[in-house]
């Protein structure tokens, strides 16, 4: 059965320091895995998805298909970093479902 | 810019009692989605529909229906809502491989 894994529920980081945000998946086929985000009073929004392989605010996140990862990594925090992050994974199918991993809420401390 | 728009941003029901939760969106998308947000558990697929008419359950489908008459309006109903259904509800919309959500519906049971 398909799943997405991310094994911390809070992350704590120095700003400067750098972020690494881990997700794995488990998936039979040829998955689409993307990263939401949600900042405090906000609507949860797309971080990135590793299909167009972009930076956004200095993210990025590089699909491993032989280790099931797709962690989200930033070289030096910031204090506007702190959210909720979701590792989600599209099933290539008739049904376009997205399942979401639990999450993992980022602190940025100063 | 997408917009999805839920009717209602809080909500107070009695244990029984039949619950509506609406969501509009305004850009054409086939691809509609509920979800219930909780702490620790992440978002949880309850309903989806990729068009009008057609719906598929999701992974907690469990004391949930939902209506879609037409293409922009995606209805969740809680048919005899219980204390434990006290959640944050989040309606999506697909547009390519991304997700636009709405605000969310924070609903209290008691």
């Known amino acids: 059965a398909q799943r997405v894994t991310q094994p911390e529920k809070l992350l704590s980081v120095f700003k400067g320091a750098p972020v690494e945000l881990k997700c794995n998946y488990s998936?039979?086929?040829?998955?689409?895995l993307f990263w939401y985000v949600q900042y405090s009073r906000q609507r949860l929004q797309l971080l990135l998805r590793h299909i167009s392989r972009e930076s956004i605010k200095g993210f990025t996140a590089d699909l491993n298909k032989g280790e099931t990862s797709f962690h989200l990594k930033k070289p030096f925090a910031q204090e506007e970093d702190s959210a909720m992050y979701y590792c989600a994974l599209s099933e290539r199918n008739r049904d376009d479902k997205i399942i979401f991993g639990k999450g993992t809420r980022l602190h940025i401390l100063p | 810019d997408v917009k999805v728009t839920q009717s209602s941003r809080y909500l107070v029901k009695r244990t029984g009692e039949k619950v509506f939760l609406e969501c509009v969106q305004d850009?054409?998308?086939?691809?509609m989605f509920w979800y219930r947000q909780d702490p620790g558990l992440g978002l949880r697929l309850i309903y989806f529909?990729?068009?009008?008419?057609?719906?598929e359950k999701g992974d907690i489908p469990e004391g949930y229906s939902v209506s879609r008459e037409k293409k922009e309006r995606f209805s969740l109903i809680l048919e005899s809502a219980s204390t434990n259904q006290t959640s944050m509800y989040l309606c999506?919309?697909?547009?390519?491989?991304?997700?636009?959500f709405g605000s969310g519906t924070q609903l209290s049971v008691l």
């Open positions: 999506a919309s697909r547009g390519g491989e991304k997700l636009f």
């Open positions: 998936y039979s086929g040829s998955p689409e």
């Open positions: 529909s990729y068009d009008v008419k057609m719906k």
């Open positions: 850009m054409d998308h086939e691809n």
